[in-house]
């Protein structure tokens, strides 16, 4: 029997504690609104109790589902890889081209399974991305914006064609290359200017390839724009996107 139960029986199986002088009317209408609001009370407190059991148990089973999932992806990633290498076995500058992009895209997709998903900020995600071709390689400023997951997708498979590019072609193909990245706040709206110095002399080239293609469709789910420019003393581009709700620090 509950405290409330307790109490109404109280009340309606034993009159003789009301027929008391020293309890007036009054009092006995403003006990019947404590017990109703008592037990409307406890009532709310064990329907609460029950929903975060169940929230904490749903909660749960989603970390296990996630990290099922990652494990699944990694298997499936270290899959493709073998499939791809064999199937581009004479030419394994296209297979490493081919997984890189995969590889970076899972990458991206870690971010959206994970059960606590991480916010990148835009630097961290620019330094990650030149990271296996040295750290002094890249001279990054601008203010601290943390990316959210599905913006942070599409900006790491941009991010991966740039250094590409700038690595077979541009700056990272020279030890003495560099990119300098600078970013800004323009209202709702990221600027990113990546300016490759230190390079071979470039021009501009005579086809479009599938990383052009690429790098479009990032720049389209980003509700961006791109500027580039093929200079001889090096590659330029500007990269305008609105981010999808990502955290801002100031």
């Not at 609001?37 to 296990?64: D, G, M, P």
């Not at 997709?109 to 296996?132: F, G, H, I, M, R």
């Not at 942070?152 to 193909?173: C, D, F, P, Q």
Request: charged share 20%; net charge positive.
């Amino acid at each position: 029997m509950t405290i409330a139960s307790a109490i109404i029986v109280r009340l309606f199986f034993v009159p003789s504690y009301f027929h008391s002088s020293s309890h007036s009317y009054g009092e006995l209408i403003d006990f019947v609104i404590y017990l109703v609001s008592a037990a409307l009370t406890i009532s709310f407190a064990h329907y609460c109790r029950v929903v975060l059991k169940r929230l904490h148990k749903r909660n749960l089973t989603n970390e296990i589902l996630a990290k099922e999932l990652q494990h699944r992806s990694k298997n499936v990633c270290a899959a493709i890889d073998v499939i791809v290498r064999k199937s581009l076995a004479d030419a394994p500058e296209r297979a490493n081209k081919v997984f890189g992009r995969i590889k970076a895209m899972m990458h991206a997709n870690e971010l959206l399974t994970a059960s606590q998903p991480q916010l990148l900020t835009l630097k961290q995600l620019l330094l990650e991305a030149v990271a296996p071709y040295g750290e002094d390689r890249l001279q990054a400023f601008g203010p601290e914006i943390p990316l959210d997951p599905d913006s942070a997708r599409h900006l790491i498979l941009l991010v991966h064609e740039l250094v590409t590019n700038a690595v077979k072609y541009g700056s990272l193909s020279r030890l003495s290359g560099r990119i300098l990245a600078d970013w800004r706040e323009d209202g709702d709206v990221i600027v990113l200017a990546w300016k490759e110095i230190g390079g071979p002399r470039i021009e501009s080239p005579q086809r479009v390839g599938f990383g052009s293609h690429l790098i479009a469709a990032c720049i389209k789910a980003l509700s961006g724009s791109m500027q580039q420019k093929f200079a001889p003393e090096g590659f330029f581009c500007s990269v305008a996107f609105k981010p999808n709700g990502g955290a801002r620090t100031n």
